[in-house]
């Protein structure tokens, strides 16, 4: 639930704050974006580099088979990321937009804060196992799985953020003046 990204669009007092937040909102995304074509083009070209050797020399790369346990976290985080800044979420809004704009903003204040705080929670107790997964390591890869558990600190801190930022936007939509200013829920 994200208030509109452009409040007071005309010129209004709140636009260099807007600018700063959207800046923010555009670095996630395009974070999540890169994390999530990297990581597909690295799973399909270990895949397909696999296929090749495998009909051509008669065996594959062993390491093939466990490289999508550090990226494929990695490109679930990089969804999160894009899904957060871009609020393609679930969300069920029906009775939400029957309130009247005060209560709609207020509800998505409310929401956005506990977004933040159960991200927030997720970083800080997920910590124990992601310290555990130090030791893990992967069978052909000699790589430690701490490095693909650490996606959660990516994806749950860029939602943490992403709320912040739409409860700021959602304070400044409730202190705009414009009429126009509308909170929508996606």
């Excluded at 204040?109 to 970083?123: D, G, S, T």
Aim: hydrophobic share 55%.
């Amino acid at each position: 639930m994200t208030p509109d990204r452009d409040i007071n669009a005309e010129g209004g007092k709140f636009r260099p704050l807007t600018r700063v937040l959207d800046g923010v909102d555009r670095a996630i995304e395009w974070s999540g974006s890169l994390i999530i074509f990297g990581t597909l083009l690295a799973i399909f070209l270990a895949l397909l580099v696999n296929v090749f050797l495998r009909y051509a020399m008669g065996d594959g790369l062993a390491w093939a088979y466990e490289i999508h346990a550090i990226l494929f976290p990695w490109l679930v985080a990089g969804g999160i990321a894009v899904a957060s800044v871009r609020g393609h979420h679930i969300a069920v809004d029906v009775l939400v937009q029957a309130f009247p704009r005060q209560v709609q903003v207020i509800f998505s204040i409310a929401v956005n804060v506990l977004v933040c705080v159960i991200a927030v929670m997720v970083v800080k107790t997920s910590q124990p196992i992601i310290n555990a997964s130090k030791f893990q390591r992967l069978s052909e890869i000699p790589v430690s799985q701490y490095w693909g558990y650490i996606s959660l600190y990516y994806a749950f801190s860029c939602m943490a953020v992403n709320a912040g930022l739409n409860v700021v936007r959602a304070l400044l939509v409730r202190k705009s003046d414009s009429k126009d200013a509308q909170v929508s829920y996606s």
